[in-house]
């Protein structure tokens, strides 16, 4: 039997999106679990085992679900996986959902991967979804981040408030994606 290679969801300069598979677990696993990119995400550093992590992705993969999606970040010269790109809060009467990424890999950090990966997630996003507005959260003293999202195409909406953490609410709507990109 021949093993499938996952599809790839789009290229850009610098990165490589595809479908996530169960060897991307050890990665994704120690990124959750390590507290300086918890702090990226306005979260707690992930302690569950392992195995748990494992069965939860597991499930993940075989029952994919419309309303959130997460992609491997790929570096194509290396094949190697740097980081993840997700999408949530999908709604189909909208036509809109909300972004995350993670760079994992440190020696990959303020090279321009995360701002490529956002730029091929977008086209994803309004070209395969059909979505018209994708929408994104990032804490208010990550400045490095809104940068790259701006980059990428998202402008800043207006402070937000939430769970005790001040957010630079962001936004990328397909008319603005699509003159940006003509």
């Given at each position: 039997?021949?093993?499938?290679?996952?599809?790839?969801?789009?290229e850009?300069?610098?990165?490589?999106?595809?479908e996530k598979?169960?060897?991307?677990a050890?990665?994704?696993?120690?990124?959750?679990?390590?507290?300086?990119?918890?702090r990226?995400?306005?979260?707690?550093?992930?302690?569950?085992r392992f195995?748990?992590?494992?069965?939860?992705m597991?499930?993940?993969?075989?029952f994919?679900?419309?309303?959130r999606?997460?992609?491997?970040?790929?570096d194509?010269?290396?094949?190697?996986?740097?980081?993840n790109?997700?999408?949530?809060?999908?709604d189909?009467?909208?036509?809109?959902?909300?972004?995350?990424i993670?760079?994992?890999?440190?020696?990959?950090w303020?090279r321009?991967y995360?701002?490529?990966a956002v730029?091929v997630?977008?086209?994803?996003?309004?070209?395969?979804?059909?979505?018209?507005?994708v929408?994104l959260?990032?804490?208010?003293w990550?400045?490095?981040?809104?940068?790259?999202?701006?980059r990428?195409?998202?402008?800043?909406?207006?402070?937000v408030?939430?769970?005790?953490?001040?957010f630079?609410y962001m936004?990328c709507?397909l008319?603005?994606?699509?003159?940006?990109?003509?």
């Amino acid at each position: 039997m021949t093993a499938t290679q996952p599809r790839i969801v789009g290229e850009g300069r610098l990165v490589r999106l595809r479908e996530k598979t169960i060897e991307d677990a050890e990665r994704d696993y120690a990124w959750r679990c390590d507290p300086e990119l918890a702090r990226f995400d306005a979260a707690r550093p992930l302690t569950v085992r392992f195995s748990n992590f494992v069965a939860t992705m597991r499930e993940d993969l075989q029952f994919p679900t419309i309303h959130r999606r997460t992609f491997a970040i790929d570096d194509p010269i290396t094949g190697r996986h740097i980081g993840n790109v997700m999408y949530y809060g999908y709604d189909a009467f909208v036509l809109e959902a909300e972004l995350g990424i993670t760079i994992g890999d440190r020696e990959y950090w303020e090279r321009g991967y995360g701002s490529d990966a956002v730029r091929v997630m977008l086209r994803y996003l309004f070209e395969e979804m059909r979505l018209r507005r994708v929408y994104l959260h990032t804490l208010s003293w990550n400045y490095r981040a809104q940068a790259a999202f701006q980059r990428a195409g998202f402008l800043p909406v207006r402070p937000v408030s939430r769970g005790g953490y001040d957010f630079i609410y962001m936004e990328c709507r397909l008319e603005d994606w699509q003159e940006a990109t003509a």
